[in-house]
């Protein structure tokens, strides 16, 4: 325990290109991932709120996207204003914000838009709601 | 230690991603989706962004997902066959095709280039603290924050016609 600590704390002193060993690519592999599990399940499941569930899984793979590019700008700003690129670093953290606040708008409309369905339909199943299928 | 952190939470997330898909009964994906949320938030601190690790907890896996549970138990709908198996011919095209999109994605993602990163101290100025987003959200983006106000008046009204008992 106290030897993990040591460690820890020696971590403390390293410089940033030591420490921070998951780069950017891994942070795009694992948002590419929960994407594609995310549209896998809007693709395959029928329960309407499960997909509601997987379009917030999209969103946060977004958010991820965000706020890891953000910090990947903050971390060579120095070297993308060599190369004349003035970027605002905080731009991500921002939007991500606007995105939670979106999908939960999106969540109350479309959870009211299930109640109504469900007391009118007595289902949950996309398949079954086929009323502007003609 | 980083890269241990990195790949724990990586996989937990993922991991609770994929059981959302496999669970039959709708309350156990949406606790996935909690479990996806939080191991998310915690990826979220790693990328010194302190304050949308907090908002992520708070309004998605507090707020949010209390209203689809609260929904989901409101509903009290019937178990139902999990897939949508309309065309089984096109299973046989779909796994070439997904091994086509993540060879696609794999290639594209190796093209981005890592830039050397300098050594610098990261502690001063973190990409999201609560200081740094405030100030920037109600500077230069009071435009957008006030019509995400609006935004949200918006939906609380949707939300309550569409979810009233009609009463005619």
């Known amino acids: ?134 | 230690m980083e890269k241990a952190l990195f790949i724990i939470f990586a996989v937990v997330s993922v991991a609770a991603a994929l059981n959302i898909l496999l669970q039959r009964n709708p309350l156990y994906s949406a606790l996935s989706l909690v479990g996806t949320l939080i191991a998310l938030s915690a990826l979220y601190v790693m990328l010194r962004a302190q304050f949308i690790a907090a908002i992520q907890i708070v309004v998605y896996a507090g707020a949010i997902m209390v209203l689809f549970v609260f929904v989901i138990m409101l509903l009290n709908a019937p178990k139902e066959a999990p897939y949508i198996e309309k065309h089984k011919a096109l299973r046989f095209l779909a796994i070439p095709f997904a091994g086509l999109l993540i060879a696609e994605a794999f290639y594209v993602i190796r093209l981005v280039k890592p830039i050397q990163m300098p050594a610098s101290d990261d502690s001063a100025q973190a990409v999201g603290t609560t200081l740094s987003v405030g100030t920037k959200l109600f500077t230069d983006y009071l435009l957008p924050f006030e019509v995400t106000s609006v935004l949200i008046l918006m939906a609380i009204v949707g939300a309550m016609v569409l979810a009233r008992r009609g009463e005619d």
């Open chain 1, 1 to 134: 325990m106290s030897s993990l600590l040591a460690f820890l704390l020696l971590q403390q002193d390293q410089p940033f290109i030591k420490r921070f060993e998951p780069t950017l690519v891994h942070f795009l592999m694992l948002s590419f991932l929960l994407f594609v599990v995310g549209v896998a399940g809007v693709l395959s499941r029928r329960n309407i709120i499960i997909i509601f569930m997987s379009i917030e899984l999209i969103l946060n793979a977004v958010n991820l996207n965000l706020v890891a590019f953000s910090r990947y700008f903050q971390i060579n700003q120095e070297v993308l204003r060599a190369k004349g690129l003035v970027i605002d670093s905080l731009m991500g953290p921002v939007f991500t914000i606007f995105i939670i606040v979106v999908a939960a708008a999106e969540a109350a409309v479309g959870l009211g838009i299930v109640i109504a369905m469900f007391r009118n339909r007595e289902t949950v199943a996309i398949d079954e709601i086929d009323m502007l299928k003609w």
